[in-house]
């Protein structure tokens, strides 16, 4: 392949981008969920005909790195024909946890696929034994929600959306919002639509074939940054060693050499009992986001793309909880494999490369509801320290990149007051550096409901480096009617009465170096 020259292919670059951005846009004003419009737990991309990422709006990397995956898999399911819209939750086949859609739309230009614009948006309620679709004591895939496996939501032009009704309606826990889901379904074909017209406007301008070749260009280009960090890094062969809070092992070594680097879980733990199974499409989520992190001086910047991961032999055996190796029939519980595990997964990469000290390393999931309604939301915590600067306080890292809910909106549409939303000072661990605060959130329920939290560094701190401390371990209690106090464990749920409180106090951030 002719190599581009930089400013044609950083001009398509921004194209694409451009097409990402607007996608989400567009999924944002015509969704109607709290979830989307308020939270923007959503993310939109751009994949070329082999479904592998090109491009990506600045949404969440636990969605967009698992993207591919999914795309792939579900072409080993069904045929991609001009006219289809295809829908699956399913994590056998890419996905990352039932609440997480995903929309995939062919974009074919005379018959010929030129690629694919695909959204994936987080449901804050699609069935399961409880309110949120966040069981925190599941076991099976089934118990956390309705279960979509590929299929066609638009089959050559004509709508097959009473298949999708039925789906949600049925089963033993079907959805308890299911107008939310339709229409926050809908929007999301909306965003592919307009990501789909804008590539074919730029194939109509530049041709096909100029729109194929810049998307292999930028795959090719991020595969040689890559390869050239890796070498300015040397040789490495580094290992590291993280616990889940209920002692379950996360083990990586990572060998770089010659521009290359070999990252293997091999040790990591069994299949797990419980939801914090993570599928092979949230640990390739979970690596590519932090490739990305070593790539983060280049200029001009990389897009998130399936380039950085040529130079990467990723071994995620079978039979662990990173990668269950369950028939799509028999999949284990996943959903705190999505949100919890793969910040986990990140805090141990991260760690074997030593380029900082741990963040919060959970996305503090609270979800409440009852059989009317379900809402779900992840709060901030502490940013880990680096060599270079403090980490900072009350704010998403890594894996996700969601705002939180606006009291006013919350309190408005929820039956809940939020009662504090504050800097939980002193959190952060020491050090040359310190790492950043956690958070203090406390909700007082206004009727009953069921209440879920899925958490980590519960039990442990963040972890410090180069001799920094550890930040503070998060908590949560319920405040009862009678004035006792119940402590929840890391993954846990409880019913709360009209009137009584739950106070969440996330993790701080680890610190970097001795402090003077």
Known sequence: MTVADPVTLELFTNRFRAIAGEMGEMLRRTAISTNIRERLDYSCALLDADGELVVNAPHIPVHLGAMALCVQKAREALEYRPGD????????????????????????????????????AHHAEIGGRRPGSMPPDATRLVEEGVIIPPMYLVERGAGRWENLTSILTTGDWPTRSIDDNVADIRAAVAANRQGAKGLCRLAETYSAETVAEMMQQLKLRAEERMRSVLSQLGDIDSEAEEFMDDGTPIRVRLTVHDGAVRVDFTGSGDVHPGNLNAGPAIVHAAVIYVLRLLADNERPPLPLNSG??????????EGTFLNPGRAASDYPAVVGGNIETSQRVTGTLIRALGIAASSAGTMNNVLFGNERFGYYETVCGGSGATATANGASAVHTHMTNTRITDPEVMEHRYPVRVEEFSIRRNSGGAGLHHGGDGVVRRLRFLEPMSLSVLSQHRVQGPFGISGGESGVPGRQTIIRKDGSVETLRPVDGRDVEAGETFILETPGGGGFGKAN
Do not use: C, K, Q, W
């Not at 086949?93 to 614009?117: A, N």
């Not at 130079?311 to 055996?317: F, G, I, K, R």
């Open 85 to 120: 819209v295809v829908i699956t939750n399913h994590p056998a086949y890419g996905g990352s946890h039932l609440p997480d859609v995903t929309v995939i739309t062919p974009v074919f230009v005379d018959e010929r696929l030129l690629g694919f614009t695909a959204s994936r």
């Open 308 to 317: 950085l991961m040529r130079a990467v032999d990723l071994v995620v055996p």
